[in-house]
């Protein structure tokens, strides 16, 4: 089971980037997927979540109406497109997916066993 995040870079303040995490191994077709993150100096956060069929997605309050986050047809890859970018949007951002079944979207980290390695998003004003 392997997630590799990647996409992440420097922009600045309402700028866009879209962030990419691919399933080498096809193992979460079946189970939802989620991206978290981690500001500088700060415990990781939930972003916003998918289900395994692509629908129903999930965000945290910060990010609502500015971020998207989608899968591909084929389950293989899961996006996470960022718009409107601001300063506190700077974090180390990980991708996760949750068990095989588990196909509900959820915001809990401790529900999703599966992580990728991060990538790092910095805005900048």
């Known amino acids: 089971v392997q997630l590799q995040a990647s996409g992440g870079g420097l922009v600045q303040t309402g700028g866009s980037l879209r962030l990419s995490c691919a399933d080498s191994?096809?193992?979460?077709?079946?189970?939802?997927m989620g991206w978290f993150r981690q500001p500088p100096g700060k415990e990781r956060e939930f972003v916003a979540s998918?289900?395994?069929?692509?629908?129903?997605?999930t965000y945290a309050d910060s990010v609502k109406g500015r971020f998207t986050v989608s899968r591909n047809s084929g389950k293989t890859t899961m996006y996470l497109q960022m718009n409107d970018l601001k300063l506190e949007d700077t974090a180390v951002y990980f991708c996760?997916?949750?068990?095989?079944?588990?196909?509900?979207?959820?915001?809990?980290?401790?529900?999703?066993?599966?992580w990728g390695q991060g990538t790092q998003v910095t805005v900048s004003s």
């Open positions: 996760a997916g949750r068990r095989h079944g588990r196909t509900v979207a959820t915001t809990n980290p401790d529900e999703y066993p599966y």
């Open positions: 191994g096809r193992a979460f077709s079946g189970a939802a």
């Open positions: 998918i289900s395994a069929s692509g629908s129903r997605p």
